[in-house]
């Protein structure tokens, strides 16, 4: 049972991933900034500074692994 629930965590993970990735081309193909949460505060950033967000979704993965 364990092992099906780590299945689908890492197929919600995924999906997760696919979606952020895919809100932040739009925004980066259309120039519109980003809200994103920084130290307890919802800041906006550039659309062009969007590259580091891709970073977060696996720093998870590996946090849920370990």
């Known amino acids: 049972m364990k ?3 780590q299945t689908l ?3 919600a993970m ?3 991933t696919d979606a952020v990735a895919k809100a932040v081309e ?3 193909r259309r120039g519109i900034p980003l809200a ?3 130290d307890g505060r919802a800041v906006s950033i550039p659309a062009t500074e969007a590259g580091a967000l891709h ?3 696996t720093q998870y993965n590996r946090k849920a692994k370990g």
């Open 9 to 11: 965590t890492q197929k």
């Open 36 to 38: 994103v949460w920084r």
């Open 55 to 57: 970073e977060t979704p």
């Open 3 to 5: 092992k099906r629930s």
């Open 26 to 28: 739009e925004h980066r």
């Open 14 to 16: 995924q999906a997760l």
